[in-house]
């Protein structure tokens, strides 16, 4: 059975329907990429898998129970960091903690455990602003992983930095993913990104937003820094291309 | 180096363009021979500073007090009544243009009045002050409150965070810098809103001192009186900086 199941989504807003029959499968511990030209409706999607907005049809599942609506299953992380410039790096990641009832201190050493696996060790007492950004990024993504750890919606986590940065993330991204043990439906629109993350990858129409395309990708998250020269590679990167009509 | 230059040339030009000001005061008022009655020169002014320190000193114990007590009650009265506000939309869409045309009514026109209601004593200029106090404060609040941006609300509703935890740790902290902002303003109308009061009807306070010394033509006391308001409303807003940097020590203006 899928880990988490879209079926049949459609959503109107305003008067524009964005949505249209969206059915999406990802698997366990798998990462699922999500691919469209901006503003196609790919955060309207996750607004509604994270139980934000409701849809006008169709449910979301989460090991086959209905949580269409249901905030709080699933934990979304978007491409502002949105760390508060008013705590200090580890009360910010223990945040989720903290909502979920837990005090102050033991929120804070639980976090804490987990500062080393991203790379923030030694910056507990930072303020965000004293942070660089992929910093704030990877203390962001802790917080969403310190709010459910299973699953995770990422809405373009790296479309803020620079490229160097973004290729440095997902470096780590890849080496840090399989131990972390979740599940996560990755937002993008870009193609390398995606061919670099993702086990599987839907692209998404221009508005109102159908699956134009759903490919398994053999290579994902691969343990060396070289280009590809497979040419089955560049075949799925091309196909990819055209379905997004650039 | 140079920005400890430049830092000293920032202290320094305004100090010198007040000397040059003084200097020019004292040399027009000598040259002009005119009476002291009329307009005395800054060292007349500190003499009697000096000479009159003792007696002001009891009447601004009295203005100090009044600026004091106002300003919190203000500062009280805003923190209550913008969280409200802040929580329950209708009470802010029924409140906000209130205390907007609030302000138009000149709080010279209704300090008589708070006279003969409470009489002489100190009540009716803390209520002046508090009154002059609330606006800036309440406002900067309510601005900074409403300018929090609205992901972090959404971040934290996907997280299931009750509405009190989202005012204790996204809106309330993220609206502090411009509180402040409007601390400091309010802190400089406080000592005024107190003289103001005690012009109007008192029987102490640095406000009833200059309408005595205006009275029987002593401009020289008025002037020392006015060095002494200012004094003190400048360490009111020296105060509140102080205050700003430890209770906000991440803003912007503390962290390079």
Request: aromatic share 10%.
């Amino acid at each position: 059975m899928s880990h988490i199941a879209v079926q049949g989504v459609c959503k109107t807003l305003g008067n524009l329907l964005t949505l249209k029959e969206i059915n999406l499968e990802v698997a366990r511990k798998s990462m699922v990429g999500i691919l469209g030209p901006s503003g196609c409706g790919k955060s309207t999607l996750l607004n509604i898998i994270s139980g934000l907005l409701l849809p006008d049809q169709g449910v979301i599942r989460i090991d086959g129970k209905d949580v269409t609506g249901q905030t709080g299953r699933v934990s979304y992380m978007q491409q502002k960091d949105l760390l508060l410039p008013s705590l200090t790096l580890l009360d910010n990641v223990a945040i989720p903690l903290v909502l979920k009832g837990k005090s102050r201190f033991q929120a804070r050493s639980e976090a804490a455990g987990s500062i080393e696996k991203f790379g923030l060790a030694g910056f507990e007492t930072y303020y965000p602003r004293q942070l660089s950004g992929g910093m704030r990024q990877r203390a962001a993504m802790l917080r969403t992983y310190l709010f459910s750890s299973d699953i995770l919606l990422l809405d373009e986590p790296f479309a803020s930095l620079d490229a160097l940065t973004r290729r440095r993330m997902q470096s780590w991204l890849i080496e840090v993913f399989d131990d972390l043990g979740a599940t996560a439906i990755f937002v993008t629109h870009d193609v390398d990104e995606a061919l670099r993350l993702c086990d599987q990858i839907y692209v998404l129409t221009e508005c109102p937003a159908k699956i134009r395309l759903q490919v398994n990708v053999p290579f994902c998250r691969p343990k060396h820094q070289r280009t590809f020269i497979d040419p089955d590679y560049a075949a799925l990167r091309d196909s990819l291309l055209e379905a997004l009509e650039v | 180096m140079k920005k400890k230059l430049r830092n000293t040339a920032n202290h320094l030009f305004p100090l010198l363009a007040v000397a040059l000001i003084l200097l020019v005061w004292e040399e027009l008022v000598k040259f002009c021979n005119v009476p002291e009655w009329i307009l005395p020169g800054p060292l007349q002014i500190w003499h009697t500073l000096v000479e009159t320190w003792s007696l002001m000193l009891v009447h601004a114990r009295a203005t100090v007090i009044e600026s004091l007590l106002g300003f919190s009650l203000a500062i009280i009265m805003a923190l209550i009544i913008t969280f409200v506000m802040n929580e329950i939309s209708l009470v802010r869409k029924a409140l906000y243009p209130i205390i907007i045309t609030s302000q138009t009514i000149p709080i010279v026109s209704v300090a008589p009045l708070f006279v003969i209601w409470f009489g002489y004593d100190l009540l009716p200029k803390i209520i002046v002050v508090a009154l002059v106090c609330f606006f800036p404060i309440a406002i900067s609040l309510l601005n900074g409150m409403a300018a929090v941006d609205r992901d972090y609300l959404q971040l934290f509703k996907s997280m299931q965070s009750s509405r009190w935890n989202t005012f204790r740790l996204v809106t309330f902290p993220l609206a502090m810098p411009s509180f402040f902002a409007g601390l400091k303003i309010s802190a400089a109308y406080s000592v005024m809103g107190a003289v103001i009061g005690e012009w109007l009807g008192a029987k102490e306070g640095l406000g009833y001192y200059m309408t005595l010394a205006q009275h029987s033509f002593n401009v020289d006391r008025v002037f020392a009186a006015i060095v002494l308001i200012t004094i003190f409303s400048m360490l009111l807003f020296v105060l509140v900086s102080i205050t700003e940097k430890l209770v906000i020590p991440w803003n912007d203006k503390f962290i390079n």
